[in-house]
């Protein structure tokens, strides 16, 4: 209970390369980061690849890759347009799973 609201960041590198703030955007970054392929994975399921010839598999991965680009675009403005307008934080993976729907 004691730590409670408090973030504690372990790290080896020494404060002349870089500073705590910095410690602290880059693992907000990372964070971020993982967040994006956890929704790759489990809303468009990236990871799944059946074994098929080079070339078509090159074809899905594109596909998918522009899937996400899209499906992205839709979601942060989605995301941005329910904080303006309504005041109201959406989350990643939800929203995801709103827009995957539509598009496929």
Do not use: D
């Amino acid at each position: 209970m004691e730590l409670l609201g408090i973030s504690m960041y372990i790290t080896n590198i020494e404060q002349e390369v870089l500073s705590a703030k910095q410690v602290y955007e880059l693992y907000a970054l990372r964070c971020q980061i993982e967040i994006i392929f956890k929704t790759w994975k489990s809303v468009f399921h990236i990871h799944a690849v059946k074994q098929v010839k080079i070339e078509r598999f090159q074809c899905q991965l594109y596909g998918k890759l522009i899937l996400l680009l899209l499906s992205s675009s839709v979601m942060f403005k989605m995301r941005t347009l329910a904080m303006e307008n309504k005041e109201l934080e959406a989350s990643e993976m939800r929203v995801s799973e709103i827009v995957h729907g539509y598009i496929v």
